[in-house]
Each structure stands twice: as C-alpha cells, then as structure tokens.
C-alpha cells in the first residue's frame, strides 16, 4: 500500500521567514495531494491542494510543488506569521473505485511560528 | 451551518462499555469516512461509505461497526471498548470534483477509555 513519509517533524521558524515542508510517496496511482492544517483541539482543514497532472500550484502566502518522477511534494508557507503555527499534514491519494478516494498521510510536522 | 459536525465532541468510558459516536455532512457529498488519529497525531482511515455503501475497511477490529442511514450521516458504534481505542475519531467527507475528492474533516471526538 501507499506509504508518505514527511520531514521535518517540528519545524521553529521566526516571523517573517519562510518555512517548507517535504513529503515522499510511494504508489504511483496516487494522483491527488492535498496538504491539512490542524490547531489545538480541532479538525484537519484543507488548505492547499495539488493533481498529479500540475508541477505547482500558489494560493496567497502558500504553494505547492509536484515532481511525479522522484514521488515529491512540498508545502511553502512564505511571510509566516503567528496564525500559522500549527501540526501540518501532507496527504496522498487514491481514488476508488466504488466512490471516494483513499488518503494517506504523512506523520506530520509542528510548525512554530516565533516572534 | 456547520459543515461536518460530530458528537459528542468528548467521551469518558469505562473498558467493556459500548459506545456511538455520530457524524452528519450538510455539504451534499456522497463519500463519508472515518478516520482515527493517535496519541502521536496519525491519521489513519478506518472506513469509508459511497452512497451507504461500505468501501473501505481498513483492517478493523469487529467490534467497529460503522452504520449508514443516509447519505448524510455516518455512525460509528464500538462494542467492547479497549484502552488501545482511546483516541480522536474525525469523521469526514468527500464529493468528486473532476476526478479529486476533497476531503473535509469534522472538529473530532475525543474518546477516553479507562
């Protein structure tokens, strides 16, 4: 099965700075990556996603890349501000065939924002 | 007009009780799953369901049960609580979307066995 590896595991960064995070994958069916935010106490959201068929994708502050051949992804957070301190969750995934799609996930990475 | 809600939100039980928890989706997906997420913060799927359908179950022990009365709600009902399924359960759901489904998480239930 699908196996997503996810460094770093905590990642302490100072306001302003930028902070990047790398996630590996394992079955080539995967065609769909998204990226979860998760706070204290909460649900993962959905903050940025990217298919399989797209090397990158922005959205503000944040943005993804995709290299299909080496089986990368990465999360950029540029400006990072306080707000954005959080457990961040890369994800990979399979659609299936009765409906849905089956998401993988990374271990995680804490990131800490400092003023 | 909460998205996908949860309850209860936390639950304190006793080893050998049973217990629900259910999850609604008011977003209209057809595709709802739940997840475990350990002490560690893995997240891991348990199940999914396409239209009440079961399509996923991953490795589960049976005294998991997940019911499906309508597209909008997924219960999970757990026979013979164990202090290994102390955990957060997040329930979610899915629509396809050109092919990609994106999943949206509920805020979680906190369950504690003792």
């Known amino acids: 099965g699908e196996n997503v590896e996810q460094h770093p595991s905590t990642l302490s960064v100072q306001e302003g700075d930028s902070a990047v995070i790398k996630c590996t994958y394992s079955d080539s069916a995967s065609n769909y990556f998204p990226w979860y935010k998760q706070e204290l106490g909460k649900g993962p959201q959905l903050i940025i996603d990217i298919r399989s068929n797209v090397g990158e994708k922005k959205d503000q502050r944040i943005a993804v890349t995709l290299n299909k051949t080496a089986k990368h992804f990465s999360l950029h957070i540029t400006e990072t501000q306080p707000e954005d301190s959080a457990v961040y969750f890369c994800a990979a995934s399979i659609r299936l065939t009765g409906g849905g799609n089956k998401l993988t996930f990374g271990t995680g990475t804490q990131l800490k924002v400092e003023l | 007009d909460t998205a996908v809600s949860q309850t209860p939100k936390y639950l304190v039980t006793q080893m050998g009780n049973d217990k629900s928890i259910k999850c609604e989706q008011n977003?209209?997906?057809?595709?709802m799953y739940w997840y475990k997420q350990d002490s560690k913060k893995f997240l891991k799927i348990m199940f999914s369901y396409n239209n009440k359908e079961l399509i996923i179950n991953e490795t589960v022990p049976n005294r998991f049960s997940p019911k499906s009365p309508d597209k909008a709600h997924l219960n999970l009902h757990i026979n013979s609580l164990e202090l290994g399924d102390s955990a957060v359960y997040f329930c979610a759901s899915s629509q396809d979307r050109g092919g990609t489904y994106e999943q949206y998480f509920g805020p979680g239930t906190r369950l504690t066995v003792t």
């Open positions: 977003l209209g997906h057809d595709t």
